[in-house]
Antibody, heavy 123, light 112 residues
Framework: EVQLLESGGGLVQPGGSLRLPCAAS????????MSWVRQAPGKGPEWVSS????????YYADSVKGRFTISRDNSKNTLYLQMNSLRAEDTAVYYC????????????????WGQGTLVTVSS | EIVMTQSPLSLPVTPGEPASISCRSS???????????LDWYLQKPGQSPQLLIY???NRASGVPDRFSGSGSGSDFTLEISRVEAEDVGVYFC?????????FGGGTKVEIK
């Protein structure tokens, strides 16, 4: 059974940093692209960032480019999101999500989501 | 950026009756290899989104066969043949053809 477990969320001041890990199990982690999707309170999901299974390519939404960094450690089956220069508008539940295709190229969509971790940016 | 437009915004349904949700994209989601890069997700109250349909018309593992997806190019439909009480929640379409991946605004399905 696929399991994705995010952690690291919490309250942070504007301009601060957080690192979100997502521990994965139940599948061959290095074979799948992984992504972060966030959902602000009362809003729909917003794609944030993705990384291919090999880690060779990364993709970012314009709203986080230059501030957030996605990475993965395939030896530890763990996905990360380093978030710097946080803003109030980054407040959301952050989900990690597994791609539904083992294709080495590109992002296909998400067949498994974690339970999410809440990030609140406020002074 | 590909803009995804869903309708209706809200859908009151009667258990046992069919339901249909539309999703339109500002650009074709049909890739040259024949795949439509359109997924449907359901977010039940208090839960994470779950995949229902991928690549336009493929039911995800464990999804009841009362759910079906159809369409191609820029016009897609999610149909529920007979709505059950457990189907309430917000339904989202999402395109994965192009970065940034984008979601529709959502359709809230509730029981009458």
């Amino acid at each position: 059974e696929v399991q994705l477990l995010e952690s690291g969320g919490g309250l942070v001041q504007p301009g601060g940093s957080l690192r979100l890990p997502c521990a994965a199990s139940g599948f061959t982690f290095s074979s799948y692209a992984m992504s972060w999707v966030r959902q602000a309170p009362g809003k729909g999901p917003e794609w944030v960032s993705s990384i291919l299974g090999s880690g060779s390519r990364t993709y970012y939404a314009d709203s986080v480019k230059g501030r957030f960094t996605i990475s993965r450690d395939n030896s530890k089956n763990t996905l990360y999101l380093q978030m710097n220069s946080l803003r109030a508008e980054d407040t959301a539940v952050y989900y990690c999500a597994k791609d539904h295709s083992p294709s080495p190229n590109g992002i296909w969509g998400f067949d498994s989501w974690g339970q999410g971790t809440l990030v609140t940016v406020s002074s | 950026e590909i803009v995804m437009t869903q309708s209706p915004l809200s859908l009151p349904v009667t258990p046992g009756e069919p339901a249909s949700i539309s999703c339109r994209s500002s650009q074709s989601l049909l890739r040259s290899d024949g795949y439509n890069f359109l997924d449907w997700y359901l977010q039940k109250p208090g839960q994470s989104p779950q995949l229902l349909i991928y690549l336009g018309s493929n039911r995800a593992s464990g999804v009841p066969d009362r759910f079906s997806g159809s369409g191609s190019g820029s016009d897609f439909t999610l149909e529920i043949s007979r709505v059950e009480a457990e189907d309430v929640g917000v339904y989202f379409c999402m395109q994965a053809l192009q970065i940034p991946l984008t979601f529709g605004g959502g359709t809230k399905v509730e029981i009458k």
